[in-house]
């Protein structure tokens, strides 16, 4: 099996849709570093920092350890770990990491691969974006990360699980008749929409189908919000902001805080709503906390 295989083969837990992205994070952590530093050991102490704070911005609500992935990843065989007495991991506590003096990278024979061919790290992270997250956060985890990806250089690797439906997009923004369904935004640069993109409810990481009841049209802001759980769908088709988001000033609170509570702009009708089972796996893996109560008019 080569590199890139590997990469979309990860042995994950997984259940009913939850995410668990606790590998492929810590694995695009470390492609940044490789970049970077070469063949440099990833203390644990730092890892653990720094993974939290990706879990804590990338991963699902619920509270996680980053842990897991310092000690599993061992075993899909493109990671190593060292302690102060000699080669492998104490387990996965994190007490035990941290009293061993535990540190991770890269297998010898994956960094050694990397080097003869550098376009390889680019063709991996790729993958571990596109297999777990959507695109719209694809540069913000790179940059969080320290990864350096040239587009001409990392073309979308094909994968055995499925395609994607290159109509999506023009479903489901005619289906809301191309205006964002939070804030009613609908331009356009000459005869095209610009700033509007069809976003997934369920992510299609995580087989959420390219149909327009699984699809909402968006603003870009909107979007990016959306995907980062600071906004949801709720019953009624009403819009969701999470208690965790704060705006401090006027454009904030008109564009984002104020949304609290909003029906939804279309679709229109004879148009598929958002099915209860897709908002229902986005309020469990993306969005963050409680949502606030609707602003009284």
């Given at each position: ?92 506590g994190v007490t035990e990491l941290r009293a061993s ?77 191309y205006r964002c369904a939070f804030c009613g935004y ?51 088709h009403r819009v969701l902001v999470s208690q965790h ?53």
């Amino acid at each position: 099996m080569g590199w890139v295989e590997r990469m979309a083969t990860l042995r994950q837990w997984s259940r009913n849709g939850v995410r668990a992205p606790h590998k492929p994070l810590l694995l695009l952590y470390a492609l940044g570093r490789f970049q970077r530093d070469g063949d440099g050991e990833l203390a644990d102490t730092a890892v653990e920092r720094d993974l939290q704070a990706l879990l804590a911005e990338y991963g699902p609500p619920h509270r996680t350890t980053p842990a897991y992935p310092f000690h599993h990843l061992v075993g899909d065989g493109v990671w190593e770990v060292r302690t102060r007495h000699g080669a492998g991991s104490p387990g996965t506590g994190v007490t035990e990491l941290r009293a061993s003096g535990a540190a991770g990278r890269l297998s010898p024979e994956l960094r050694a691969a990397l080097r003869r061919e550098p376009s390889l790290l680019a063709r991996m992270a790729r993958v571990l974006l596109d297999l777990h997250f959507p695109p719209s956060l694809h540069g913000d985890l790179c940059e969080a990360v320290g990864l350096e990806l040239e587009p001409a250089e990392t073309p979308r690797i094909a994968t055995a699980r499925r395609r994607r439906d290159p109509a999506m997009r023009e479903k489901v923004l005619t289906a809301y008749e191309y205006r964002c369904a939070f804030c009613g935004y609908d331009g356009c640069l000459g005869a095209l929409p610009v700033g509007l993109e069809a976003a997934h409810v369920r992510w299609w990481a995580f087989d959420g189908p390219d149909e327009v009841e699984n699809g909402l049209c968006l603003c870009s802001l909107h979007h990016k919000l959306f995907d980062k759980g600071v906004l949801g769908v709720g019953d009624g088709h009403r819009v969701l902001v999470s208690q965790h988001f704060v705006g401090r000033g006027p454009v904030a609170r008109a564009h984002v805080t104020e949304l609290a509570g909003r029906p939804l702009t279309g679709p229109q009708p004879g148009a598929p709503t958002v099915a209860e089972a897709h908002r229902s796996w986005h309020w469990a893996q993306v969005f963050r906390g409680d949502p606030r109560t609707a602003p009284v008019a």
